[in-house]
């Protein structure tokens, strides 16, 4: 059976330090992981685990020519939503529905053994990277011996919210390229990717602007919403 799924938040941010800081503080999570492939083009990150299948990582420049910036400076200096990295067993039917959209390529390379092909921001929204793997209970970071939080106070990535001045059009193009059905609730359209959801709102700029986190049984966060690198958190 085949499976898509989100496996990835990525959040660009022009400051590492105090954006991984502010993370950290919120939800509860230990110190990231970087992953080594990123340096070699100019690009920081830090990955954090959200309970036992979801990811955040924030990504920055680390030299004035990286070209994050040029991102970063239209984000206004601030940060955003900057990805996603979604698994799936199969690239073949999404990249042939995303050649039926027109949907541009940015990358196409294998990474620790896998194909993966990122899929162009300016035509869904955001960077979009498919990462072709068959096994639904593995994944890039399983053998990375990463800090585990002491009182984490987020377990999981339940949706994400992407901006577009037209929200029904993208999220028919996304319902295509994914094969699914575009479900409407409290008028905004939304599809699920897996256990997550993606929803898609009214906004000036194509960016992911919105990310929910589901809090630990037991836990009662400081706040119920922050706003981190131009995202905003809520934890539900």
Request: net charge negative; charged share 20%; aromatic share 6%.
């Amino acid at each position: 059976m085949s499976f898509t799924t989100i496996r990835q938040v990525i959040i660009g941010t022009g400051d590492m330090e105090s954006a991984s800081a502010e993370l950290r503080s919120a939800f509860g999570l230990a110190a990231g992981f970087a992953d080594p492939l990123l340096e070699d083009i100019g690009m920081d990150d830090q990955t954090f685990r959200v309970g036992p299948q979801a990811h955040l990582e924030l990504v920055g420049p680390l030299t004035p020519e990286a070209p994050i910036n040029g991102w970063i400076a239209k984000a206004g200096g601030v940060g955003g939503g900057y990805g996603l990295a979604i698994q799936v067993d199969d690239l073949g039917p999404l990249l042939a529905a995303a050649d039926a959209l027109g949907i541009r390529r940015a990358h196409d390379l294998e990474a620790y053994g896998h194909r993966i092909v990122q899929l162009h921001p300016g035509d869904l929204g955001l960077l979009v990277e498919l990462d072709e793997i068959a096994d639904p209970d593995a994944w890039f970071w399983d053998d990375v011996d990463a800090e585990v939080p002491d009182a984490p106070v987020v377990d999981d990535v339940l949706a994400v919210e992407i901006s577009s001045p037209d929200p029904q059009a993208q999220s028919a193009k996304w319902a295509t390229l994914f094969g699914l059905e575009v479900s409407v609730v409290d008028d905004v359209p939304q599809l699920q990717l897996g256990s997550r959801t993606v929803r898609f709102v009214q906004g000036d700029a194509k960016m992911m602007t919105g990310v929910d986190l589901a809090v630990v049984a037991g836990r009662e966060p400081a706040e119920r919403t922050v706003t981190i690198s131009g995202v905003t958190f809520t934890l539900v």
